[in-house]
């Protein structure tokens, strides 16, 4: 489903800045994978993700989404098949407009944007329905303004912005990291859910060890730009957080460092 | 204040709240300081005045929208081609515009219009020929919110006010900012060279310079109607920019009869805005200012319960 071949991007270019952010990175995705990434701070994995949304041109490389060559494609453009949620709740939705009226936005992906009705009746018990699978009462206040959520409920609602048009892939960068532990596991609990319900091939960054085993079906390590481990199906069943910090001791010649780093 | 002054002062407000209507499309919706609009007003009074004095005082009006519209199309493009910060965008197209102004109006600083036909003396011999000069501004006002209020909720208007508040997400959704930023300040500079082109007709002259610190006008409507009407609902939030504007003219009407000189106008807008602007800062300095006496309040208290 996504095929990244050789991809490079390095930062401020020819200033003694210069930081080789994404290191000839090779990885695919098959359909329906749902990989798991963590890594130390600054290895990129931000940068990796922002590559292939589109918001970083990477500097060489190909990106192959379904066939289609976007390495080149506008950041605007490949959304129509990429869904994300990013780490910062604010960033994902319009925070001074409905919840239905943020819904309605992500549910108009890929359809022309001329003066058809915004929102449709049609579409709003659907989005009844989808707010009320997310089980946190949003389904009450769809005429509230984004603005009065808290930062899991705005997490939720931009996972299920990201998936309410089928993406062909899913981005997710931390999109817990800036939650308390009980929001954190809810929003966790609901990407497992989503991604799961709709076969979505998902690339989500974590610093939580433990979820990364425990979610998904294959994980890969960054450092330094590259990837140093990537383990699937029984190798990764037996893994323990404790090996994979000890592996990756052992592969980076460094110990794994990063400050929202949980191990439990 | 006389009756007729009161009138008067209204009716500016209606014309002037079409301008602040397009600031609120600008500066909220879009979340972007554009002053284009400065030049953008005088464009569409001297494209309305040229066009009244050749006879055509209702082409004038769709003349100066589309004049207005191509005007905040460059500024956006200055923006999101050449990276030109907003700001600096607008001053520019500002700047290059007031030789454009001045060629439009053929090399006059001033075109008079007093023996000319205008919108407002057209219609003599009709029954509405007395109360043109209010019903005209009337109802184009409301067919511009009404048109507004139907478009900011259509597919296109929704993702353009998404824009102001959060571009990425905008992208995000698959829908190119670039394309939104652009219309939208085209039809910020319509309404606003709309506003332009009534005014001129209706004070049967267009001037080179009636269009400094149009920008800070329409800024005060919107917060103003901001303040005083609130912002809960789209509909509400527009008929608060137009109450604003009207409230804003109301204010310098009085102003002006309690004995201020015209000269002043322009320092008293610039004095109302930075009051409406740091309105925020200083309601924040009050309750902190509160708060802070009231724990030492309780810090007396407690400390002269700790003597004997
Ligand atoms: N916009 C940018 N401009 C310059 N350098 C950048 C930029 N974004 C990232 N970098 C640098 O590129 C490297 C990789 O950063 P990236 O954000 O991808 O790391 P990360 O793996 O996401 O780290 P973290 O766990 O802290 O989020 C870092 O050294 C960072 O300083
Ligand atoms: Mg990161």
């Not at chain 1, 695919?28 to 931000?46: D, M, R």
């Not at chain 1, 604010?90 to 003066?115: Q, S």
């Not at chain 2, 081609?81 to 060629?103: D, E, T």
């Amino acid at each position: 489903m996504l095929e990244i071949r050789s991809l490079s991007k390095t930062f401020s270019m020819g200033s003694i800045n210069e930081k080789l952010a994404v290191d000839e990175v090779d990885l695919t995705l098959e359909a329906g994978e749902f990989v798991t990434v963590i890594g130390g701070n600054g290895a990129g994995k931000s940068t990796l993700l922002n590559c292939i949304a589109g918001v970083y041109e990477p500097d060489k490389g190909s990106i192959v989404l379904d066939g289609m060559d976007i390495t080149y494609w506008p950041e605007y453009k490949r959304s129509q098949y990429i869904g994300r949620v990013f780490q910062d709740p604010l960033k994902g939705t319009a925070f001074d407009m409905t919840i239905e009226e943020n819904l309605a936005m992500a549910y108009a992906k890929g359809k022309p944007h001329g003066l058809q009705w915004g929102i449709r009746k049609a579409d709003l018990a659907l989005f009844r329905e989808h707010l009320a699978r997310l089980g946190l009462g949003l389904e009450n206040r769809m005429k509230q303004k984004v603005g009065l959520l808290s930062g899991g409920q705005r997490q939720a609602l931009t996972l299920l912005m990201a998936t309410i048009v089928k993406p062909k892939l899913l981005l997710l960068d931390e999109h817990t990291a800036a939650l308390d532990p009980s929001a954190a596991r809810q929003v966790l609990y609901l990407t497992k859910e989503l991604v799961e319900q709709h076969q979505l091939c998902t690339l989500m960054v974590t610093h939580n060890m433990k979820a990364a085993l425990e979610y998904g079906t294959r994980t890969i390590m960054m450092h330094d730009g590259r990837i140093i481990l990537d383990i699937s199906g029984e190798e990764r069943r037996k893994m323990t957080v404790d090996k994979l910090i000890e592996l990756f001791g052992r592969r980076s010649g460094q110990e794994l460092d990063n400050d929202r780093l949980l191990l439990g | 204040m006389s009756l007729l002054a009161l009138q008067g002062s209204l009716e500016l407000g209606i014309i002037y709240a079409i301008m602040a209507l397009g600031v609120f499309i600008s500066f909220r919706t879009l979340n972007m300081p554009d002053l284009t609009v400065d030049s953008s007003f005088t464009l569409g009074a001297a494209v309305s005045a040229m066009l009244c004095t050749m006879g055509h005082p209702f082409l004038a009006l769709p003349a100066a929208m589309v004049a207005g519209w191509l005007a905040g199309n460059v500024t956006a493009l200055l923006y999101t081609k050449l990276k030109i910060q907003p700001l600096l965008a607008g001053i520019l197209v500002m700047l290059g515009l007031y030789s454009i102004n001045l060629r439009v109006m053929a090399n006059r600083a001033n075109i008079p219009l007093l023996n000319q036909p205008t919108v407002f003396n057209s219609l003599q011999g009709t029954p509405v020929e007395a109360q043109t000069h209010w019903l005209l501004p009337l109802v184009l006002l409301l067919a511009v919110i009404l048109l507004l209020y139907l478009f900011l909720q259509t597919r296109f208007g929704l993702v353009l006010r998404a824009t102001g508040d959060n571009d990425q997400m905008v992208r995000a959704v698959g829908v190119n900012t670039n394309i939104t930023i652009l219309f939208g300040l085209g039809l910020a500079n319509t309404l606003v060279a709309l506003s332009g082109a009534m005014i001129a007709q209706y004070q049967s002259f267009a001037d080179i310079s009636m269009g400094v610190g149009m920008v800070i006008i329409g800024l005060a409507s919107v917060i103003i109607g901001e303040v005083l009407f609130g912002t809960s609902s789209l509909l509400r939030r527009l008929l608060a920019v137009v109450l604003g504007a009207m409230l804003y003219r109301l204010v310098i009407a009085i102003a002006l009869h309690l004995g201020m000189p015209p000269t002043d106008l322009k320092l008293v807008s610039a004095i109302i805005v930075t009051i409406a602007l740091s309105s925020p800062v200083i309601k924040e300095g009050l309750m902190s200012r509160q708060k802070r006496s009231r724990s030492y309040a309780h810090k007396e208290v407690k400390d002269n319960a700790g003597n004997p």
